[in-house]
């Protein structure tokens, strides 16, 4: 039996993953997940690939207010003043996209932690700052077949991580739908991998070569699944894993 074993969330994309016992999940992914991304002074969008430090600070967002904790303690809350300035980005998916600053406290202690200027952006409501698809998973048993033991899944900025199955089942689900609790999922393709995954989470020091393992194990730089919701609901921890059949 394939169960949810870990929930992931944060609502600022590049920033500390946070657990959670339930998520709910809609066509739009999580609420407010990756609701929030950073921006370099040249206007280009920053993540875990280019700046591994932004793993030290944790966000929470109610649709009304962000919190942000950085790493020496400090704590800065406000409400977020919706939509500013827009911005162009080239996004994950290579296609340009709207986006729109965000002024506001947290740019300050943010560029202190990334040693360098930074401003929060947005894009439209209800849009997440994910890639095409809005849930990602993975299963434990993929990331042993790396053979570099047990990882922090948190490297592959997975919505959630399955146990009980064998290596790389997941990817014998693309073109099918899945039930996971009250949500059906169409699973539809590979998780292409980037310079994010080596490195470690807790500090955000490039540590491991899990790109060159994942090409030596399967031959090419990819590892979990993309998914789109299409029943919404609530997915919890320990939730069964169901293959449903073909995906509409």
Sequence with gaps: MVTVTRLLHSPVKGLALVEREALELGPEGAPFDRRFFVVNAAGELAGSWSHGRLCLTEA???GTTLTM??????VVSAPDPGLGEPVELIWDSDEPETAHLVDGPWAEP?????????RLAR??????????NAVSLIGDASMDALGHGALDERR??????LAGGEAFAEDTWIGHDIAIGAVVLAVREP???????TRDPRTGEKDLPLLRAMKAVRGRPDLGVYCDVITPGTVRLGDEVRVLGPSA
């Design 191 to 197: 998780c292409e991998r980037c310079v994010a995954t």
């Design 60 to 62: 929470e967002y109610d």
């Design 123 to 132: 894009i439209r409501e209800g849009r997440g700052g994910w890639s095409v």
């Design 69 to 74: 904790r950085f790493p020496d303690g400090t």
């Design 156 to 161: 592959f900025r997975m919505t959630m991580t």
């Design 110 to 118: 943010l560029s202190a932690v990334l040693g360098e200027p930074v």
